[in-house]
């Protein structure tokens, strides 16, 4: 090594090897990083060191001689030489270890971290063999729930206090403190307030030992019987990656994986325990099809034939744009691709759609010129985020904004209708009414009144505009104005967001009216001919419909069969009840799912198919990041993959779409998609690892490249106005049909501010009339001060439609 | 050409030579070989005197296993009436015995001595299902009785059933400090209960062993 030291970098000694390590590191990362482990439990990565369990001590050789110091707060100092392994630090080790084991009880056998757990490992390395002490143990009451999802065993507890610091640092909802003092000291939360966080499920994976454990894992296996596979999260389009565990053929559990791009590691808890409904039992695993009563089990044969048939004869009498096809967003790449193709190629419509009427302009979403990564988030200087309450829809990215506005000091500019999760943090918040965000935007741009100063901190780059619908009442236009104003600001990324999981990978894969595959554009005549000739067939032009369009298609008789791909629109669509009675009078539906659902049960032909964990492919998240996702179970019996369901009815339509493995398809995206050029699954599966790749790559062109156009709409007025928008855990089914979560469902309220409660004569907590555009439900009303006055805000899907109209009315009921 | 005919004839005389010396065969199975004390035989799951399970399922049997042969799954205790001390019991425990080597690894990695071998051999069995053994014929009875799946084979000698190989602790069970260093079993309901071998404190059992005599 030559003696000059590069930039940036200190020279440091360790067990007498020297080295270079960036300069500001912790010791402890930089040892690492050189291959020096130094054990620890308190210190985390991710957190800022406390110093508190002392397991790190290592000798510093300093002017005053050499001492004993905690690694994990120690920073590296050009000329440091440090002893990992002397004698004194042993001893230390060995002291740490014996003190932290006095009150810990022997329950390794029936704890669920034993096997994996830091404080066994580092006592086997780096511990006593015995112990001096023979008294009797503290003792706590056995575990006691914090919340539904977590348990905490105090017993266990090494006090390392990285649970806490998690809830207060990382997730911001500091519900767990440490109370008491001495060996008596231990963690809970405070009087009758639940650990009810977002976020709770890292802590058990973060706690060096068993004393947080998690209701959906506990006992149920010990990790030597797990098998593990590195997946993609599968419940909304940030795009985690998750380790899956599963034994015995069952998944049991799924852990983050600390990948940079993405999660840092974290994961929310709908992540992370919703994987309980791929283990359900309410699982399709035959095909089923319409019968006297109800929908009837049937051979794949018979539901093979009736399904390709239906489909001809509508196509014979009524002409291709007679079928319609949505959903895609909730599979992977493969399947969505295969989608897209079987309903363009062999039926030959031009009517499909992954997004469900809540979405944006599939163009805004797929291709935005100057598009941003999450990882922009790191060197922000400022941000906006006007769009969903990233808390409820996107939680890990809230988690990354979060980081950005505390840890790294980025200013934070919210508008929303109502509070969210990270008004907390926010430098600027910007509330409005639905309806009128359009006023708002125009007063931001022009840094008229209050909105004057957070104009001042957006124009101070780098900026990272998050983008997306704020409300299921507000039309796609608001977002798309709002990632227009954001191209305008100085040195600005936008990063336009919708939540389903894979609606981004759907959309690339051509499953839209206006998009091909690769982001390609379908009124593009050169883009579909060059893809007719891939594909041997003709490729409608893009006039097809959206799913509004195909629901008013169904109303008006212009569409008369409609392929479901795991999409439920009668309850997912803003305005269920109109899908649903749309949906009901479609001559056939033919729907690929893993349940049966609202809309599966006015189907004439179901297929059982493979899900999450069950089948393998890309996904591709809303930076257009592409990832693997792994297979590592079987899946029901009869249930089989979408694209091979699709390849069966399209053989029997007398066509193919050349889908004979997922891979197969892969390989032809790679071919076809003009964005997905070097995206394999061979570059996926070693070059890139963990952090997926983002397309386009260098090497690949993106036919469109799509600039937000502001389309200024008079504001709305009206008395009273609804904000209509998702919660974390709602009537979906991923949430539904796990037992964990299904119980941590809101039940529904309407939000009303205390004044307007108070011109319409309704109290906290009563009972009121809340009638829309379409229907009207009995509620309970609830106040909410941070909605504008003439707001009232409906959780969406928890059971209560009113339509999705702008208008409202509200009543009190005696 | 006689001395050829000589030669065979010697081949009977070895024969006849064997008729008077001491016969080392057993006539198995009327009469059966003492065993090697510590034989290993077909597992039991035990019990504590009280009658509670002493298996927790831990599943560090199944985990050391080389053959993969146990499966266990744990649960939580019932509260009102818990199945072992502690908070987790073993609710399936199966161990499939054509896979099984005898290597009594189980039985060494088990940190309550639930799972001990026995001297029985005999297993078998009529279909392959029937070899794998479920807590039905593994668990013993809370008095101690061991249950046989084919309790009327004739070639069952039921009292090796009570014979447990259960001399495999190097420190008392229970961690405490007096017994130190002291080599003991445990008791357990109906199976276990051996005279100490050679060199083994027999003044290192604990006093409970007394009390599950009876
Ligand atoms: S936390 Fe670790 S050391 Fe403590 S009982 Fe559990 S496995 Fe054993
Ligand atoms: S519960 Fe776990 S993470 Fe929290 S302080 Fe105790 S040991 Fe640390
Ligand atoms: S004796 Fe050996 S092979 Fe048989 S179950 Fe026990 S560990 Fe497995
Ligand atoms: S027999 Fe012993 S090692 Fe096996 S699960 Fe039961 S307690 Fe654990
Ligand atoms: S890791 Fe350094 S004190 Fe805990």
Redesign the interface.
Known sequence: MSDEATPGMVKITIDGREMQVPAGDLLIAAAEKAGTYIPRFCWHSRMKPVGLCRMCLVEVEGPRGTMLTTSCTMQVNDGMVVHTESDVVKKAQEGVLEFLLINHP?D???CDK??ECPLQDQTVSFGPGESRF?EEKRHFE??IPISDLVLLDRERCILCARCTRFSEEISGDPLIEFVERGSGTQVLTFPDEPFASYFSGNTVQICPVGALTATAY?????P??LQAAESTCPHCSVGCRISVQSSQNQVLRFQGVDVDSTNQGWLCDKGRFGFEYLNSPDRLSTPKMAGDDGLQEASWIDALDAAASGLMSIIDEHGPGAVAGIGGARGTNEEAYAFGKFLRSVVGTGHLDAQIGDGLEPRLLAAPADRGLIGDLEKASSILVWGPDLKEELPVLYLRVRRAATELGAKLVVAHPRRTGLDDVATHTLRYRPGAGQDLLRRLAAGEGDAGAALAALKEGPTVVITGLAGLTEGPDLAEAVAAFGRDLPDATVLPVARRSNVFGALDMGVSPALLPGRASAVDDGARATLSGHWGADVPDGSGRDTAGIIEGLEAGAIRAVVLLGADPAVDFPDPARASAALAGAELIVAIDMFESVSTSMATVVFPALGFTETEGTVTNLEGRVQKVSRLLPGPGGARPSWEILEDVATRMGGSIGATSAGVIATEIEKVAPAYAGATWDALNTAFGRDGIVVPTADATQPIEYVPVDRPSAPVQRDLVLHLARVLYDGGTTVQRGLSLAKLAAEPAVYITPQDAHRLGVADGSAVRLSGGNGSAELTARFDDSLTPGAVYLPFNLGISVGSGLEVELEALA | MAWRYLKQVEGFWVVFRQMFKPRVTTPYPKVKRVKPQRFHGRHVLNRYPNGMEKCIGCELCAGVCPARCIYVRGKDNPVDEPVSPGERYGFIYEINMLRCIFCAMCVEACPTEAITMTQLFEMSVQGREDAIYTRSELLMSPDGVVPHPQPQSKFNDLGELTLADGWMRATAAAGRAEYQGIRHWTPTAGAGHRPPEQGQAADGVPETEEESEG
């Not at chain 1, 506990?218 to 010990?222: E, I, L, T």
């Open positions: 022997l390794c056998p029936v034993g096997g023979v056995k575990p506990r006992f149920r296996a010990r030597w019987d």
